[in-house]
Every structure is written in C-alpha cells, then in structure tokens.
C-alpha cells in the first residue's frame, strides 16, 4: 500500500497524497478552486483505507486496497457515469 505523498487519477477521479499513508480524493473534472472537488479523505492504517466523505453524507467506509477505495469514490460521486456519458445530466449513485 503506498505511504507516501503524490497523486493518480483513476476514472476521473483524481488522489492527492497529504502526508504518510493519508490521501484527499478529488472531482478531477472539477477546477482546482472548486470546493466540491474534494470528495473524500483517504487514510491508509492497519491494512485498511478508512474513507471519510467530505462532499457527500455518507458513512465512514472501510476497503481492502487504496485502489477498492477510489473505485469507490468515483462510483459513489458520480464520476464514473460522467465520464462515460458526457452528456448524462444527473449524478448516479450506486
């Protein structure tokens, strides 16, 4: 599991490293000083990433791997089906 600091983008979803084994998740279809381009908080401890919703009022989420959790996000934000469908008007939740 990566520890340090950097970023990816998966799925239009883009995740900035912010200290040892702690990650934002941001809406990389988003400009930089949108405050809804921070969607989550990622923090790799245990063996486990524990995410915490920023954006959106969902419950404190626990995944396996760094790459389960910003599947994750990008699924439950809506990215996903935006990026897929450009013209898709409404966020999906899954």
């Not at 949108?34 to 401890?45: G, Y």
């Not at 990008?74 to 897929?84: E, H, I, Q, V």
Request: proline share 5%; with cysteine; glycine share 12%.
């Amino acid at each position: 599991m990566p520890t340090g600091t950097g970023s990816s983008r998966a799925g239009g979803a883009e995740l900035l490293g912010v200290g040892d084994g702690e990650w934002v998740a941001c809406d990389a279809t988003l400009p930089e000083n949108d405050p809804r381009r921070v969607l989550a908080h990622l923090d790799c401890k245990n063996g486990r990433v524990e995410v915490l919703w920023v954006r959106d009022q969902w419950p404190e989420s626990s995944f396996g791997t760094l790459r389960e959790a910003l599947d994750a996000v990008a699924c439950a934000s809506g990215l996903r089906a935006r990026m897929s469908s450009p013209s898709s008007a409404g966020e999906t939740r899954t």
